[in-house]
């Protein structure tokens, strides 16, 4: 049986997508805090007494708590051999989560697994939650706790071009086009974007460069992109992020 510890925003997406999926409601067990009781009633999943009582009853289990408060949560339960904790807690590392003689591991989904759409990096790759994994989406094995440090950025990165498809939605219905209509077009644009980068295995800076025609239309853009020294005040985003999932 699956539990969950920490039923919040993400918890709800990630139910949302294994209920998508086909996971029955007696094959995940609810911690009875935040929005369990709501999910609960929505998916006919039973809620555990406590945290306690969930890890005595859970093979595998989710940490989908914030992450200051992921160490106490997980500290002093009934962990035992072959269990194995799955930690969604962004910057909290493995050594920092005490489940005595259960393995532990990080991911880190994204709320799009709500539709099995959540790209999702995990260290290490235990074959235990591969089940969950895949009904979140494309599942991303990474080789160092590092490694995973430097993925969970895209986490943030994720956020971000949410506001960039809103922020051209919204500049497309303030020209005239429909809202609908805009939004459905600025989100597939992005989609179609990562689709293609992902399918091919050419260079990117070569894709782009045989995207962007001499005097079109994306150059054009580029130009002012450039103007405003947009790709630096991304890159010190990635950079400020990385520092806070670093504790810095």
Known sequence: MLGIIGIGHLAAALLAGLHR?????????????????????????????????????????????????APGAVAGLPWRARQVLVSACAGVPIAALDTGPARRMRIMPLTAAEVG?????????????????????????????????????????????????????????AQGLDPLVARRLNALTFAAAGALIDSKHEPMAQMLHELVTPGGITERGFQILKAHDVSAGWEAACDAVMDKLKGR
């Open 21 to 69: 999926a086909g996971f029955a409601p007696g094959e995940v067990l609810l911690s009875p805090r935040g929005r369990a009781a709501e999910m609960a009633v929505r998916y006919g999943h039973p809620l555990a007494r406590d945290n306690a009582d969930l890890v005595a009853r859970c093979d595998l289990v989710l940490l989908a708590v914030r992450p200051a408060a």
């Open 117 to 173: 759409a959540s790209p999702t990096a995990c260290f290490p790759d235990l074959p235990e939650a591969r089940r969950l994994l895949e009904a979140l989406g494309p599942v991303i094995p990474l080789t160092s706790e590092a490694e995973f440090e430097i993925a969970t950025v895209s986490a943030a990165i994720y956020g971000w071009a949410q506001d960039l498809i809103a922020r051209s939605a919204e500049w497309a219905a």
